[in-house]
């Protein structure tokens, strides 16, 4: 974890050359075992979150997670699923805006609840962090 001192940023910046904010991102501990974004290298989730290695995203292996960080959601949509029907939300990386996978919203099929309210992250889109 590290912080930017004030010696690192020009003192005045002019409309030219101002640039938008990075995002605030969550950070979890350095001995926690987690997934990061592949692309930028924000932590995601905790490996102790996936429910599930066994499903499939649009480029193949993905993870089922009850929960997430530092990702955005896009519009809801229902999408015809492996599954059945599925109000989803593309769930994007904060850090770099690149798509991860989907948010389950809602589950047409009573058989497929469950799915409610967790994440589905694509394997190409992470990268296990052991912290051993």
């Known amino acids: ?32 075992p987690r997934y990061v974004c592949a692309e930028c290298g924000a932590h995601l989730a905790l490996q102790d979150e996936i429910i599930s290695k066994a499903f499939s995203g649009r480029d193949g292996k993905a993870y089922l997670f009850s929960s997430t960080l530092n990702t955005s959601l896009g519009a809801s949509e229902d999408r015809h699923l492996l599954t059945g029907i599925h109000t989803v939300c593309d769930l994007s990386c904060k850090g770099c805006g690149k798509t991860l996978g989907w948010f389950y919203l ?24 052991n912290a051993w």
């Open 106 to 129: 809602k589950a047409w099929e009573h058989s497929q609840k469950y799915k409610e309210g967790k994440s589905i992250m694509e394997k190409v889109a992470l990268e296990k962090v």
């Open 1 to 32: 974890m590290s912080s930017s001192s004030p010696s690192q940023h020009s003192q005045a910046s002019t409309s030219s050359d101002a640039q938008a904010a990075p995002p605030m991102l969550d950070w979890l501990p350095d001995d926690t």
